[in-house]
């Protein structure tokens, strides 16, 4: 079992930064990998960027060059640096860490992949 907590979700104006934090407890050595995602009222779940145990990361065409995913591992803790802040970027996000093999990002959403999901937390792009 493996419990994630999303923090550091909020209003931000358009062109601003947020980081968004995950910490992760219980059976976290079964963690492979993980996983931010995202979802707009009306719209699908869709996976915006992840990590790998190995240090590979991989982001979302919409997202890449303005977020960075990042862990420290001795914290059990990854995160979501978002910079350059669009309208189009707000949603809920959740953090997600996935327990069996990959791949854990490419085509596709990946859900089936990821199977511990946080809670999500609220980020408004907004003037």
């Known amino acids: 079992q493996v419990q994630l907590l999303e923090s550091g979700g909020g209003l931000v104006q358009p062109g601003g930064s947020l980081r968004l934090s995950c910490a992760a407890s219980?059976?976290?050595?079964?963690?492979?990998?993980m996983g931010w995602y995202r979802q707009a009222p009306g719209k699908q779940r869709e996976l915006v960027a992840a990590?790998?145990?190995?240090?590979?990361?991989n982001y979302a065409d919409s997202v890449k060059g303005r977020f960075t995913i990042s862990r420290d591992n001795s914290k059990n803790t990854v995160y979501l640096q978002m910079n350059s802040l669009k309208p189009e970027d707000t949603a809920v996000y959740y953090c997600?860490?996935?327990?069996?093999?990959?791949?854990?990002?490419?085509?596709?959403?990946?859900?089936?992949?990821?199977?511990?999901w946080g809670q999500g937390t609220q980020v408004t792009v907004s003037s």
């Open positions: 997600a860490a996935a327990g069996g093999r990959g791949p854990y990002y490419g085509d596709g959403d990946f859900k089936d992949k990821y199977n511990y």
């Open positions: 219980g059976s976290i050595f079964s963690i492979n990998a």
């Open positions: 990590i790998t145990s190995g240090g590979s990361t």
